[in-house]
Nanobody, 124 residues
Framework: QVQLVESGGGSVQAGGTLRLSCPAS?????MGWFRQAPGKEREGVASVSSTGGYAHYSNSVAGRFTITRDNSEKTLYLQMNNLKPEDTATYYC????????????????????WGQGTQVTVSS
């Protein structure tokens, strides 16, 4: 069983930055960041390949968020710049248990391992 623990969330004003971290007990295959706002479905915001060479972003965060992974430290990161109030949500890191064919998925069903979430609140 892979353990994931997110940290780095907090409250910031619009235009601010946060960096989320997610150390893992094991670190293979695709990793992703998801978020869920109250009353909304969980959505994928960023994913990264096992080597870190390929990253994919949702349209809502492209150009503002950067996903990286340090395989030597078994840690996933999400750098969030120019935060907006609509970015307010609980953020989860997720790890896959099987390889991906092509781009790492944004489907929650593909990821087997999940952290407990960290809250990000952006005020206007």
């Amino acid at each position: 069983q892979v353990q994931l623990v997110e940290s780095g969330g907090g409250s910031v004003q619009a235009g601010g930055t946060l960096r989320l971290s997610c150390p893992a007990s094991s670190f293979t295959y695709c990793m992703g960041w998801f978020r869920q706002a109250p009353g909304k479905e969980r959505e994928g915001v960023a994913s990264v390949s096992s080597t870190g060479g390929y990253a994919h972003y949702s349209n809502s965060v492209a150009g503002r968020f950067t996903i990286t992974r340090d395989n030597s430290e078994k840690t996933l990161y999400l750098q969030m710049n120019n935060l907006k109030p609509e970015d307010t949500a609980t953020y989860y890191c997720a790890g896959a248990a099987i390889p991906s064919i092509g781009r790492c998925s944004f489907s929650s069903d593909y990821y087997k391992y999940w952290g407990q979430g960290t809250q990000v609140t952006v005020s206007s």
